[in-house]
């Protein structure tokens, strides 16, 4: 499967300078389930800094925040993130307990 990117927050200001509403850090989350239900996830925040003219916060879309998220994180670190989740979802090779 694919991970899949998800953006539960974000924070911003309400007033800079004239403009209004500027997110400026970016929670995300993202996360795979493997067939077998081993799931996978990483959360985390990343600072943005929107350049040029700022898309109006109303018109803001969850795919939009992803981008800039993962622009901000830089390709390197989307691959480590996304890799740290397969490693995490490789079935499990030992286990503990008792037999009773």
Same mark, same amino acid.
């Given at each position: 499967?694919?991970?899949?990117?998800?953006?539960?927050?974000?924070?911003?200001? &309400?007033?800079?300078?004239?403009?209004?509403?500027?997110?400026?850090t970016?929670?995300?989350?993202?996360?795979?389930?493997?067939?077998?239900?081993n799931?996978?996830?990483?959360?985390?925040?990343?600072?943005?800094? &929107?350049?040029?003219?700022?898309?109006?916060?109303?018109?803001?879309?969850?795919?939009?925040?992803?981008?800039?998220?993962?622009?901000? &994180?830089?390709?390197?670190?989307?691959?480590?993130?996304?890799?740290?989740?397969?490693?995490?979802?490789?079935?499990?090779?030992?286990?503990?307990?008792?037999?009773?």
């Open positions: 499967m694919a991970v899949t990117w998800t953006i539960p927050s974000m924070d911003r200001d &309400l007033k800079s300078g004239d403009n209004e509403n500027i997110i400026t970016i929670h995300w989350r993202a996360s795979d389930t493997a067939k077998d239900g799931p996978g996830s990483s959360y985390g925040s990343v600072s943005v800094t &929107l350049v040029g003219t700022p898309k109006a916060y109303a018109d803001v879309t969850e795919a939009d925040a992803i981008g800039w998220a993962k622009d901000a &994180l830089g390709a390197d670190e989307v691959k480590n993130i996304e890799d740290n989740i397969a490693d995490q979802m490789k079935p499990a090779t030992t286990a503990s307990g008792v037999s009773w």
